[in-house]
Structures are given as C-alpha cells and as structure tokens.
T-cell receptor
Framework: QKEVEQDPGPLSVPEGAIVSLNCTYS??????FMWYRQYSRKGPELLMY????GNKEDGRFTAQVDKSSKYISLFIRDSQPSDSATYLC???????????FGQGTRLTINP | DAGVIQSPRHEVTEMGQEVTLRCKLI?????LFWYRQTMMRGLELLIY????????DSGMPEDRFSAKMPNASFSTLKIQPSEPRDSAVYFC????????????FGPGTRLTVL
C-alpha cells in the first residue's frame, strides 16, 4: 500500500461546478500538507499549503485537512477552464525536506 | 527567486545507450531533488542533495542510475545502460521557501528509450 493514495481520475466537470479532490494517507506523523498544480508539459507548482488539521481558503480554492481520518481535500469553487490540470497532493514531516506525493488527479473543466 | 534549467528538454535514445540529464540552479539554493514521473507510478523522488551531499538516494531504481552534484548549482542524472522502462519525464527541483518547504520544479526532461 502506498503512503499516499490519490485517485488518478480523469475527472471531467462543467464550468462553474464545485470540484472536490481528495487524498488519503497512512502515516499519522505527516504534519504539513500541500497541493500542487501541474499544467500539461510543465513542472508542478505549489497551489496551497496547510499545517495540521483545519481549513485554509485562498480565493476559489479551499484546502481541508482531517488528521483523525488521515484525509485531505482540495475544493475548487466556480471552476474555470483554466483550472484544467493535474492536481497532486503532497505531505511531509516536521523538519523534513522530502515530500511524499500522491499520484495526481487529472482534472478537465469543460466550457 | 528560484530558477531551474533542465537539459535536454527531450531525449530519444535506444536501449543500452547512456543517457545524461542535466540540471542547473539559477539562484543560490542548498537543496536539489531529482524526480521521475510516469502515468503508472506518478511522481517519484529518486534522490536529493543538501549542500552538494546526497542525503537520500533510496528512490534510485537500481545501479544503472547515478547522480552527482559537483557544485552548488549543477547536477547530473545518468542512466547506463538505459532501458525502455526508464521512459518518463524527469524533473529537477529545489526549495524556494524553506518556511513552507515549497519545492520549485524545472520544466522537466522527457526521456524516451526505444
């Protein structure tokens, strides 16, 4: 079993829909949780960062961490075609530089 | 600000050939990461360096893979001999913000081994 599980999709939704992307993990020692966005033929770039449990909002994006369930989510409101990309969750330990990535979910927003 | 240059951007080679991928860090950063990305396995960390010293190479698939970082801004990843299953996109990354452990990725090298 992988340390971080993420459904690779693909996921296709109409423009304006609310998108929910999720990851589960097995190691309770993870403390820092991130979402990276990767456009086609580009490297991943950091989208959201959260520490421990709770919610964090940034514009149309909300990151949610539930450490008791070992479950993290990324919500995209009012989705736009420009949000079409692969979204990778990542997590790490206190003081560590090494990130553990999920497989990534390929998302398409249809106009 | 962080900057990462990778070369070549595309590489097509035949099985058994030696392949060398290169990564140059534009700005001064202490850490460098090599990743491999495939549809089947996602993004995998191969090796990372701190201050030119390899810290964790547990992700290196086998002895055919080797990586060096001869100075603070340059690294190579070598595959010898290459095999078709090595076909993937190889990314180099550095840390842009140590507070958030934000990793900044280069554009990647798309390797095809025939």
């Amino acid at each position: 079993q992988k340390e971080v599980e993420q459904d690779p999709g693909p996921l296709s939704v109409p423009e304006g829909a609310i998108v929910s992307l999720n990851c589960t993990y097995s190691n309770s020692a993870f403390q820092y949780f991130m979402w990276y966005r990767q456009y086609s033929r580009k490297g991943p770039e950091l989208l959201m960062y959260t520490y421990s449990s709770g919610n964090k909002e940034d514009g149309r994006f909300t990151a949610q961490v539930d450490k008791s369930s070992k479950y993290i989510s990324l919500f995209i409101r009012d989705s736009q075609p420009s949000d079409s990309a692969t979204y990778l969750c990542a997590m790490t330990f206190q003081g560590a530089q090494k990130l553990v990535f999920g497989q990534g979910t390929r998302l398409t927003i249809n106009p | 600000d962080a900057g990462v240059i990778q070369s070549p951007r595309h590489e097509v080679t035949e099985m058994g050939q030696e392949v060398t991928l290169r990564c140059k860090l534009i700005s001064g950063h202490n850490s460098l990461f090599w990743y491999r990305q495939t549809m089947m396995r996602g993004l995998e960390l191969l090796i990372y360096f701190n201050n030119n010293v390899p810290i964790d190479d547990s992700g290196m698939p086998e002895d055919r893979f080797s990586a060096k970082m001869p100075n603070a801004s340059f690294s190579t990843l070598k595959i010898q001999p290459s095999e078709p299953r090595d076909s993937a996109v190889y990314f180099c990354a550095t840390i842009r913000d140590y507070l958030y452990n934000e990793q900044f990725f280069g554009p990647g090298t798309r390797l095809t081994v025939l």
